[in-house]
């Protein structure tokens, strides 16, 4: 019996999310792209879009582009669901973002902790606690330490499902004894956040993934999705092991830079970031290129 059962009450976040990249154009955001990269990305079969994340290179574009961005990609993914990305320090900002947000048609809203700053655990529960009652809609606890310097606890996780409007969680936290008591706790969706750990996660009781690899090899990455789902382990294994070069190639370098090259490659979009972002090396280039090539041939 899996642990975390949708209710009316608990909109269900299992599935493949797309973390959506933010294609460019001469420096400007490239909506046609980005309009075109999700409708082919919903015919392939993905649960929904997260755009503004840390692949959407949300920080590199002011408050007026992520809103045009999250207009285009709610009109291009013609009713799949969309949960937009936000992070930052300032609260009162955050809150103001989060009231702002709530006013389009919103899966939910993925929050990260505070960067920079290093809050308490007490600090991390204002935090998520003033960002979920000024959202109208679900928070999911965005939970990547890495990147923003802050730990949650694992109290302070279930202490947040306490929340009704705190629903599920992108675990990037490393802490897999943590990922599990949130699991068992059963209160909060567990999507996994880490590409590579897709299956370990579902295979644990996790219900997804919100992954910035869904936009290549996606049908695959579907299948997969559904098959853990499922329980069929063995049919599952068959899919991911393939699909491991093509992971860890696709986080040698920051992302999303390999992965801007592999869609740029099949002409989806430019091969173009926001600095201080920056492209993928020539070499990995070319190697992906070849990988996903082989990854295709049926
Ligand atoms: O943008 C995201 O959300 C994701 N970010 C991770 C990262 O921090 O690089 C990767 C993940 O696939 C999705």
């Known amino acids: 019996m899996p642990h975390q059962q949708p209710t009316a009450d608990t909109p269900d976040f299992?599935?493949?999310?797309?973390?959506?990249?933010?294609?460019?154009?001469?420096?400007?955001?490239?909506h046609t792209a980005l309009a075109a990269l999700v409708r082919r990305l919903a015919g392939d079969g993905v649960t929904g879009f997260v755009p503004c994340g840390s692949t959407g290179e949300a920080a590199a574009l002011d408050e007026t582009e992520q809103l045009a961005v999250l207009d285009t990609v709610l009109t291009a993914a013609r009713g799949l669901p969309v949960v937009m990305g936000m992070s930052g320090y300032h609260l009162g900002k955050a809150t103001a973002w989060a009231r702002k947000l709530s006013e389009r048609p919103l899966a939910g809203l993925l929050a990260s902790a505070p960067h920079y700053v290093r809050p308490s655990q007490a600090g991390v529960l204002e935090w998520f606690g003033a960002i979920a009652d000024a959202s109208t809609?679900?928070?999911?606890?965005?939970?990547?330490?890495?990147?923003?310097?802050?730990?949650i606890a694992r109290d302070t996780m279930l202490a947040l499902a306490e929340h009704p409007r705190i629903r599920g969680i992108k675990d990037c936290g490393g802490d897999m004894a943590k990922t599990r008591a949130v699991?068992?706790?059963?209160?909060?969706?567990?999507?996994?956040?880490?590409?590579?750990?897709?299956?370990?996660?579902?295979?644990?009781?996790?219900?997804?993934a919100i992954a910035a690899s869904g936009h290549v090899q996606t049908k695959r990455l579907v299948r997969l999705v559904r098959l853990l789902a499922e329980?069929?382990?063995a049919e599952a294994r068959a899919e991911w092991q393939p699909l491991q070069p093509l992971l860890e190639m696709l986080f040698a370098e920051p992302n999303p830079g390999p992965l801007k090259a592999l869609l740029a490659h099949a002409g989806e979009l430019r091969d173009e970031l926001r600095s201080p972002m920056t492209r993928a090396s020539d070499g990995l280039r070319e190697r992906l290129v070849a990988l996903d090539a082989r990854l295709s041939r049926p």
């Open 14 to 30: 299992s599935g493949l999310w797309v973390a959506l990249v933010t294609p460019f154009r001469d420096g400007a955001v490239d």
């Open 137 to 151: 809609v679900p928070v999911l606890v965005y939970d990547i330490p890495y990147r923003t310097g802050v730990t």
């Open 183 to 208: 699991i068992a706790d059963g209160r909060l969706q567990v999507l996994t956040g880490e590409d590579h750990q897709i299956f370990a996660t579902m295979a644990e009781g996790g219900v997804g």
């Open 231 to 233: 329980n069929r382990l």
